[in-house]
């Protein structure tokens, strides 16, 4: 059985071709952690925790990554008005969102970089 998806950028639905054979890798924009999570942030990660889980299904070996943005302005913020670093608002909600995601049984991530890691400034 083929799998179809609907493909936003041709506005259709398509046949999945993976581009390396039996190979999947998806990539989902995760969380901006300034402050605990709601159902609407958990949906995203939800909807993609059964995407990767019927490509398994089917036979995928499922490479799947979902960063998290520790550092922004409303971060940065935050911890100046509380008098925080700005690292442990961004841990603590971190936190939040993960035992979210374990909450509702979703997989963890094959990798989950954090923003910091990849910023110059931030990754020494």
């Known amino acids: 059985m083929t799998i179809r998806l609907y493909d936003t950028s041709a506005r259709q639905i398509r046949d999945f071709v993976p581009l390396v054979p039996g190979c999947v890798s ?5 969380a901006t952690v300034q402050s605990a999570p709601h159902i609407g942030h958990i949906r995203s990660g939800l909807n993609f925790d059964i995407m990767r889980r019927w490509f ?3 036979g995928y070996d499922v490479t799947f990554v979902r960063n998290v943005t520790d550092i922004d302005d409303k971060i940065i913020t ?8 700005w690292w442990a608002i961004g841990y603590e909600n971190e936190r939040a969102f993960t035992a979210g995601y374990q909450a509702l049984g979703c997989l963890p991530p094959t990798y989950e970089p954090r923003a910091t ?5 931030w990754s020494r």
Not at 26 to 30: D, H, K, S, T, V
Not at 117 to 121: F, T
């Open 56 to 58: 398994e299904y089917r």
């Open 78 to 85: 935050k911890a100046a008005d509380q008098g925080r670093p």
């Open 26 to 30: 998806i990539y989902l924009c995760g």
């Open 117 to 121: 890691g990849h910023i110059p400034r």
